[in-house]
């Protein structure tokens, strides 16, 4: 409602610091005995995508080639098929998310001040409520944001609350509070120290390297088919809100060869002509994204580049394929780090298109199937009418020799030879061909 985000907004400058409190300095011992794969306390969880609000595109081609360029540690080859968000987690994704699992209080500091206050990126607004606890909402008109001001372990709770079905307070508080502690990832503590183990039977959980690598950068259609520069299937670098629409990205540009048109965190959807090979955006700028791999220093590796990267006349900005990766502290969250979230989970078939749900298109297939037999049993009508009203209007009007009469028989010709023709239009299979097309139709 208006009202409610209107006292989102107005109380956006009396928000409360939770920060780290005395609930992050402990961990309740219900969660500490809780196994990865132990669903019992969770009930039955969907893993499907219906669930989530959430696209997701299929990464194909398995057993791909990595990069062989010169100098360059070689990635993005991967042997299995697998699925990435077509988006970064937006603003409205992760406000679904803190209220399920931060309304009575925020042990974890999954909800950071800075994400209301922060000029340019500033996206979510929470209110403390008068009977205790807190409710969220993404700010007017940033829903669409990227989520940015997360830690790498975060965007790892977010992905156990995924994986465990987003359970939300019906469900009981112990069950909310486990869910975003065990699923794709075990967080557990060792004296001091917060120790994550990963889950290899995980649905849901961040992209390695390698995968996000490939779903960025590699063409696609082949086992062979070589890398593009940049993430929008081009070798040059993208501008920003003005030239090509297919190349475009949210960095900064110079001024003297192209304009920078967006200063500050754009929507998700900002640069919907600017696709990857697999169908994802924004890979390159708006914000950077954290991979679940980790470097020799066990630092957090981040690809990408942001809002914040430079155009560089050498060609090794940050949002190249070439550019060396950047690593991060996994417990620092700013504002120009965000995450996407990969799946194991692959469709056995294609989803339709746009396009195709629209009624616009056929798919291959069907056109095979449908349209190839209707055709053909048109082709057996207009032949065989056409053949049998020439013979019989031949034949009658020669033995009559009236050749006034020879109009009206052949008429009477291609009548007869239309019947013969449908008989033909069945035995070709128009007729089946007819009935898919038209089911079809009615089904969009």
């Known amino acids: 409602p208006k009202f ?12 409360l610091a ?23 306390n969770l009930g039955e969880v969907d893993f499907s995508h219906d669930a989530l609000d959430l696209e997701f595109v299929t ?17 993005g080859a991967v042997d299995y098929e697998y699925q990435i968000g077509k988006y970064e987690v937006t603003a409205k994704q992760y406000c679904d998310f803190l209220k399920a699992v931060a309304s009575k209080h925020d042990p974890h500091g999954l909800y950071k001040t800075a994400m209301s206050t922060d000029q340019q990126a500033a996206c979510i607004a929470r209110m403390e409520l008068p009977a205790g606890g807190y409710d969220y909402a993404p700010l007017v008109g940033r829903g669409k944001f990227p989520i940015t001001y997360v830690s790498l372990y975060d965007a790892e709770r977010y992905c156990n609350w995924l994986e465990n079905g987003c359970p939300t307070s019906e469900q009981g508080k112990k069950i909310v509070a486990a869910s975003t502690e065990h699923g794709a990832y075990l967080f557990k503590k060792v004296g001091d120290q917060e120790m994550v183990e990963f889950n290899p039977e995980a649905h849901y959980y961040l992209p390695q390297e390698n995968e996000w690598v490939k779903a960025a950068y590699y063409k696609g259609k082949g086992k062979n088919s070589g890398y593009w520069n940049y993430p929008t299937q081009h070798n040059i670098a993208p501008c920003n809100g003005y030239g090509d629409r297919t190349n475009q990205a949210n960095y900064k540009t110079p001024s003297i060869l192209w304009q920078t048109k967006n200063d500050g965190i754009t929507p998700v959807d900002c640069f919907n002509q600017s696709v990857g090979s697999y169908g994802t955006y ?17 630092l957090a590796i981040v690809r990408g580049g942001s809002w914040k990267s430079e155009y560089s006349i050498y060609g090794n900005n940050e949002l190249m394929r070439t550019a060396p990766p950047k690593s991060y502290d996994p417990s620092e969250a700013t504002n120009f780090i965000g995450f996407r979230v990969a799946s194991s989970l692959v469709p056995t078939t294609q989803e339709p298109s746009k396009q195709e749900r629209d009624g616009t298109t056929f798919p291959n297939q069907n056109q095979k199937d449908g349209t190839g037999d209707l055709i053909t049993g048109v082709a057996f009508v207009v032949m065989g009418g056409a053949t049998t009203g020439a013979i019989m209007g031949t034949l009658l009007a020669g033995q009559a020799r009236q050749p006034e009469a ?39």
């Open 4 to 15: 409610f985000i209107l006292t989102c907004l107005l109380l956006n400058s009396h928000i």
């Open 18 to 40: 939770v920060g780290v409190d005395d609930f992050q300095k402990q961990t309740p011992p219900d969660l500490l005995s809780l196994n990865s794969r132990q669903k019992d």
């Open 59 to 75: 990464i194909g081609d398995s057993g791909n080639a990595s990069d062989q360029t010169v100098g360059y540690h070689a990635l």
């Open 282 to 298: 924004d890979m390159g700028g708006n914000v950077a994204e954290w991979t679940s791999s980790l470097n020799a220093s066990s």
């Open 406 to 444: 020879i109009l009206a028989v052949a008429l009477i010709g291609v009548i007869i030879g239309a019947v013969t023709g449908v008989v033909l239009l069945i035995a070709g299979g128009g007729l089946v061909g007819a009935i898919k097309i038209i089911n079809q139709l009615t089904d969009q």
